[in-house]
């Protein structure tokens, strides 16, 4: 089973922030900046969470989005539930 990549996860915010939103580059450190400082709400991060459950037919806690909290940690937490399904 494929591993979600941080474009993948780019992708997805960028759905999930709505049309025009100012999506981050998560280049260099951003990749371990807390969602909400880079302009995410728990709104926003439940929407990335059933994005991330769908495309990779995972379920995620329901506090996946809290317990995620840097792009960083959410690529760990889908990636560790990934490896461990295979």
């Not at 992708?11 to 981050?24: C, I, Q, R, S, Y």
Request: proline share 5%; glycine share 6%.
């Amino acid at each position: 089973m494929p591993l979600i990549t941080l474009d993948d996860l780019k992708d997805m915010l960028t759905k999930a922030g709505g049309e025009g939103a100012d999506v981050p580059s998560l280049d260099g450190d951003a990749v371990d900046t807390p969602f909400t400082d880079l302009g995410y709400d728990s709104l926003a991060m439940l929407e990335v969470t059933s994005m991330v459950e769908l495309a990779y037919d995972i379920s995620l806690e329901d506090d996946a989005a809290q317990t995620a909290a840097t792009p960083r940690e959410m690529l760990d937490l889908v990636n560790g539930l990934l490896n461990a399904a295979a």
